[in-house]
């Protein structure tokens, strides 16, 4: 799956307050080596290296034009095309962080374990994952997969995103593993100027899976489609703007 950088930017304040959330309940107040999985466009990696300004500092991603973004804007990290699983870094690290990738990664249950093993003793594995598969955004794009002409080649895209665990079942997973486990669940609610917007939102994750698949006259209309019934799900506000309420799940395991 292809990645923009620059669609991702576009909200740019909202997608980075999450991160800042995250790296700020670190209980680590000095690193020497820090990870950013699956960094994006730099914005996260930004976050945590202002938080470790000592830290020798890595970030890897599966997009070329993620990373690209990410070493012009933070050029004083070390910035590398790679996917997660694949990656065989021993570290050890101080701090893993991975902010709002998890989601589109598989097999949590070795993942996150071996993430684990990377770390020194006393490193912390700080995560967020969109938790949001039954808000109306993506119970509408899947609506939309099926009921148009499109079904049969966006059959697969309504399982792209990886269906995360119970609480109590990454509890259980990073316990055994941990000195502490912190895990939290927050709704931000973003104000955004109207549907449109939303649909520009999602351009830039979620409904990536279902639009690349598509030629350029079904891509238009399923937009199209889409957009009408995302005006329906989130009626204008009084000053015209809508509410996108957006459910992240946060983890921070300590080794």
């Known amino acids: 799956m292809k990645w923009s950088a620059k669609q991702y930017l576009a909200f740019e304040d909202e997608r980075t307050r999450p991160v800042r959330d995250l790296v700020g309940a670190i209980p680590l107040e000095t690193a020497e080596l820090v990870v950013d999985?699956?960094?994006?466009?730099?914005?996260?990696?930004?976050?945590?290296?202002a938080r470790y300004v000592d830290a020798k500092v890595l970030g890897i991603d599966s997009s070329p034009d993620m990373i690209m973004a990410a070493r012009r804007r933070l050029p004083s990290a070390i910035f590398e095309v790679q996917d997660v699983h694949a990656w065989q870094d021993r570290g050890p690290f101080d701090v893993i962080l991975a902010n709002a990738v998890?989601?589109?990664?598989?097999?949590?249950?070795?993942?996150?374990?071996?993430?684990m093993r990377k770390l020194k003793v006393g490193g912390a594995l700080a995560m967020q994952m969109p938790d949001n598969l039954q808000e109306p955004a993506h119970r509408l794009m899947r609506d939309t997969a099926a009921q148009g002409p499109w079904s049969d080649p966006l059959t697969a895209s309504t399982d792209s995103r990886t269906t995360?665990?119970?609480?109590?079942?990454?509890?259980?997973?990073?316990?055994?593993?941990?000195?502490?486990?912190?895990?939290?669940?927050?709704?931000?609610?973003?104000?955004?100027?109207?549907?449109?917007?939303?649909?520009?939102?999602?351009?830039?994750?979620?409904l990536r899976p279902f639009l690349e698949p598509l030629d350029a006259g079904d891509r238009e209309a399923y937009v199209k489609r889409y957009t009408e019934a995302i005006a329906r799900a989130y009626p204008a506000r009084s000053d015209g703007g809508v509410l996108l309420p957006f459910p992240r799940l946060f983890m921070i395991a300590v080794r």
């Open 164 to 206: 995360l665990a119970s609480v109590d079942g990454y509890y259980e997973l990073l316990r055994p593993m941990s000195t502490r486990v912190d895990i939290w669940r927050t709704t931000y609610f973003h104000v955004l100027s109207g549907a449109g917007a939303i649909v520009e939102w999602f351009k830039g994750s979620g």
């Open 37 to 49: 999985l699956g960094c994006g466009p730099g914005n996260s990696t930004e976050v945590l290296a």
């Open 102 to 115: 998890f989601q589109w990664v598989p097999h949590h249950d070795t993942l996150l374990p071996k993430l």
